[in-house]
């Protein structure tokens, strides 16, 4: 299995209610979606946070939302989390990091996605 076997497709929301004059929070929807030939389970994920201001956010930590799970060949895990960043403009990027059924260790980049307040330019 390789890592190019799992799509990764991210959803963004700007979450006024949470928001304010200091932090915008976004709502991000993951979905890991397994297109090779054996089961993966996320253990773990890595973040990178960028906001306007060139802030850099890591974020570590096991499986996602606090499950490791483990996804069949043809089958998708989705999940939301959310994240504040200082600026009405930012960026997120990083990996999920999966184990197989044979216990091959799989780094999964995750493309850089846009975090943006609605109407805002970047």
Not at 34 to 60: A, L, M, P, Y
Not at 107 to 118: E, R
């Amino acid at each position: 299995m390789q890592a190019s076997d799992i799509k990764i497709e991210a959803e963004v929301d700007h979450i006024p209610r949470f928001s304010d004059a200091i932090k915008q929070v976004f709502a991000y929807h993951m979905t890991i979606t397994n297109n090779g030939e054996e089961n993966i389970k996320i253990i773990s994920r890595f973040w990178e946070v960028t906001d306007g201001n060139e802030k850099i956010q890591h974020v570590k930590g096991e499986g996602v939302i606090g499950k490791k799970p483990i996804i069949a060949p043809g089958d998708s895990f989705e999940y939301t989390s959310s994240v504040a960043i200082d600026t009405e403009v930012g960026f997120m990027s990083g990996a999920y990091h999966g184990l197989t059924d044979d216990g091959e260790l799989l780094s999964i980049p995750i493309d850089v996605f846009t975090l943006k307040v609605a109407n805002r330019l970047n």
